[in-house]
């Protein structure tokens, strides 16, 4: 924040009527009203009940009562966060997996790169389908694969737990080809002399790893994560796809966005929905928000 | 590096905003159309469009497989009215109920679409779809051409919104091949559900080291609890709607018979079942029988099993009973071309484009005596069975939301089939959302 106020001091310039404002307003036309508006429209049908064909009455605060009042809410958002934590775990080895590919030399990185971004262009569904085959708990590869070494594999999709475990999992290395391409272009800005700097003074591999790469990198970093947050927060098609619709461990295991699919297409209460869309809004916001406060502590920004 | 960082730093942080809003935002719009009131409904009159009525149709539909009949049928539409254009647009089933609802609240329906029995009365009940009373009354339409069960469906407060344009029932899928392997007899065509109790024990014991089952369902309503609720005299929704029958004794011993079954080992447990459903198990050699509907013959029929398979009635329990449902043909209260879209409707329900339907084999076709062709598409199976289970078929439960409790059974009954919890148990707490849901809908 502060630099961006420096900025404008230093840049204090006079002010130059209309015409910005109409160079930019194509843009804003399109987000004031496909998106500003439905927040504010979404925020007012959160205090009411919604009809099925719309028309809607105020209830105030109803919504909200209830929604913080439902045991599901909770356990959503548990669910939740631990799909998102065990995600994360794919950021540091993201980087590390984009700094191996950035080694100077390396044959076939093209290729390599496209094998870790495949999964990220392909359609979640898609994916979904063969990972369901794999955790399939009598015919699966990987309960096959685990009897070899005499492991009694679980019901992977029907089981509590295992269920949330699977779709992370799943999650984590869908997310590894774009946080990949994002590092990996941070990396391309870390200046080569440093490398060469630190080999002529002796800094071993894993030293200048440590001590070059993940420092410069942060503003990368930073930027990952929070993408990462925002996205794993959004958890749904793959869900839906993974587990179906018809899953007993569906409430066990439903994320906020399924919670607020359920609550708006299944069970066709919007209003409520609408509440369950605002309180994921404030979070990820407030989430964000916080993420900025901290970044100044450990993104090295100069 | 400091450059770069400092020049990037704005943009980033820029970028970081709009994405956070943007993806927000794109949730939130989903569920944010705006309010409008219904269109009027059409009036209790009907006379036939003019011959020469010139409109643009539009035509809602799921199912691609069933195009080629649809084009069919709207090339003999179009030697009577050669001015009426048709586009057959087709929504996959997973966005078609969302993208009609949105359509819907914005009174931009499709003039002509598929409906279902779950989503009927909610359309019906807000006037978003047009009666075909006076259809009805001046002889365009007969009810009594089709199965009565199925003319209820579609049947709100008295009012008829449409007829069936094909149905399905359920029928026990046979592997005459395993019941040979394990050296049991083949069921007669009035078995009781004791005697496919002891079949299904006996095939899965002995069957047990090749790791087949006796039986395996789908284990959702239509084709697995809501035949046997029927059959053990139970019901899954009170006739007027508003209460749920699920904590009756009758209803519960429908469910009991698949906990029963799971629990002995006839069946594979709800995980298996969960993972890889029933019919999978069935055409891969895993199960002996399958409990599902006639829909299932297009799988069944392409299957490595397919020689291999006959149809059996279902067992009888305290009673013979079975479930029907079938899709209708209605017409959008809101449409700009009413006349057209309501001679199409007509059409559609003719004998002569049913025939054609029937043919084509896409589906069971609903006009009585047009379904022969599905009965011999696949000699030697007795795919006739669904036909004569018509008959004894009860009404497809439904109720203004029927979505909300359908959410309910999903979530609940697998505890009762597992045993985790007793089925009373389940029942009764079921039985109390589902009524929570009801009152709701008043």
Redesign the interface.
């Known amino acids: 924040m502060t630099a961006i106020r420096s900025g404008a001091k230093a840049t204090h310039r006079k002010y130059d009527g209309a015409w910005p404002w109409l160079f930019v307003l194509p843009l804003l036309i399109g987000v004031v009203g496909f998106y500003v508006w439905p927040i504010i429209q979404t925020a007012y049908y959160s205090f009411t009940t919604w009809g099925v064909f719309g028309g809607s009455t105020w209830t105030g605060g109803a919504n909200y009562a209830a929604l913080f009042a439902d045991p599901q809410l909770y356990r959503s958002l548990l669910n939740t966060v631990i799909y998102t934590a065990i995600v994360l775990l794919g950021v540091p080895l993201s980087v590390w997996l984009a700094s191996l590919l950035n080694t100077p030399g390396l044959r076939f990185v093209q290729f390599y790169r496209l094998l870790f971004f495949l999964p990220y262009v392909a359609m979640p569904v898609a994916i979904s389908l063969v990972w369901r085959m794999i955790f399939n708990g009598d015919f699966g590869l990987l309960n096959w694969v685990l009897k070899l070494v005499g492991i009694h594999g679980p019901y992977w999709l029907t089981t509590e737990w295992f269920a949330l475990i699977a779709v992370s999992i799943v999650g984590l290395w869908s997310s590894l080809g774009f946080s990949m391409i994002l590092l990996g272009a941070g990396l391309k800005n870390i200046p080569p002399d440093l490398y060469e700097a630190a080999e002529l003074d002796g800094a071993s591999r894993p030293r200048q790893f440590f001590s070059i790469t993940v420092p410069l990198l942060t503003p990368s970093i930073f930027f990952v994560l929070i993408i990462t947050i925002i996205s794993s927060f959004q958890l749904f098609d793959l869900l839906y796809a993974m587990l179906g619709a018809h899953n007993a461990v569906m409430p066990k295991t439903m994320s906020l966005v399924f919670y607020f699919y359920q609550s708006g297409f299944i069970n066709n209460d919007k209003g409520f929905a609408s509440a369950v869309a605002i309180f994921i809004f404030a979070l990820i916001g407030v989430i964000t928000l916080v993420q900025f406060r901290l970044q100044r502590r450990w993104v090295h920004n100069d | 590096?400091?450059a770069?960082?400092?020049r990037?730093?704005?943009p980033?942080?820029a970028v970081?905003g709009i994405?956070?809003?943007?993806?927000?935002?794109?949730?939130?719009?989903?569920?944010?159309?705006?309010?409008?009131?219904?269109g009027g409904g059409s009036g209790d009159s009907y006379t036939p469009a003019a011959k020469n009525t010139s409109a643009n149709l539009t035509y809602a539909v799921w199912d691609q497989t069933q195009v080629a009949a649809i084009d069919a049928n709207l090339k003999g539409f179009n030697a009577e009215y050669p001015n009426i254009k048709v586009t057959v647009s087709v929504i996959p089933w997973g966005d078609y109920?969302?993208k009609l609802?949105t359509e819907?609240?914005s009174n931009s329906m499709p003039d002509l679409f598929w409906m279902n029995g779950p989503n009927f009365q909610?359309y019906a009940s807000?006037g978003?779809i047009a009666p075909i009373t006076g259809e009805v009354k001046a002889g365009a339409i007969d009810p009594k051409n089709y199965s009565s069960s199925l003319d209820d469906l579609y049947n709100y407060k008295g009012v008829q919104y449409g007829v069936p344009k094909d149905f399905d029932t359920i029928g026990m899928w046979v592997n005459k091949a395993l019941f040979q392997e394990a050296g049991v007899a083949l069921p007669s065509a009035n078995w009781t559900w004791a005697d496919f109790q002891s079949d299904a024990l006996q095939i899965s014991q002995k069957l047990k080291s090749k790791?087949i089952y006796g039986i395996t369902a789908g284990?959702?309503g239509q084709t697995t609890y809501y035949p046997t609720i029927f059959q053990a005299g139970g019901y899954v929704i009170s006739p007027d709607g508003k209460k749920s029958g699920y904590d009756t004794p009758e209803t519960e011993a429908g469910l009991q018979f698949w906990t029963d079954l799971i629990k002995n080992g006839s069946s594979?447990n709800?995980?298996?079942l969960?993972?890889?459903a029933g019919d999978q198990w069935f055409v891969s050699g895993k199960s002996a029988m399958f409990q599902g509907g006639s829909w299932a013959r297009t799988e069944i029929g392409s299957s490595p099993i397919a020689k291999d398979v006959q149809v059996y009635p279902l067992p009888t329990g305290k009673v013979a009973a079975n479930v029907i449902h079938g899709v209708s043909n209605v017409v959008a209260a809101g449409s700009k071309n009413l006349a057209a879209a309501r001679a199409l409707q007509v059409y559609l329900a003719s004998r002569t484009a049913q025939q054609q339907q029937g043919d084509m084999g896409a589906v069971i076709p609903a006009f009585t005596g047009t379904q022969t062709a599905f009965a011999n598409s696949m000699p030697g199976v007795n795919l006739q069975v669904f036909l004569d289970e018509v008959q004894i078929a009860k009404p497809f439960p439904v109720s203004k939301?029927t979505?909300?409790w359908n959410?309910l059974e999903?979530?609940l009954l697998?505890?009762a089939f597992d045993g985790t919890k007793s089925v009373s148990a389940v029942g009764s707490d079921l039985a109390t959302q589902m009524n929570a849901a009801l009152a709701k809908e008043q």
């Open positions: 590096m400091p770069t960082s400092s990037l730093r704005r980033r942080r970081v994405i956070a809003a943007l993806s927000t935002a794109a949730l939130l719009s989903a569920c944010s159309q705006g309010a409008s009131s219904a109920w969302t609802q819907a609240s909610l807000n978003k790791g284990m959702d594979p709800m995980k298996q969960t993972e890889t939301n979505a909300a959410t999903t979530n697998p505890d």
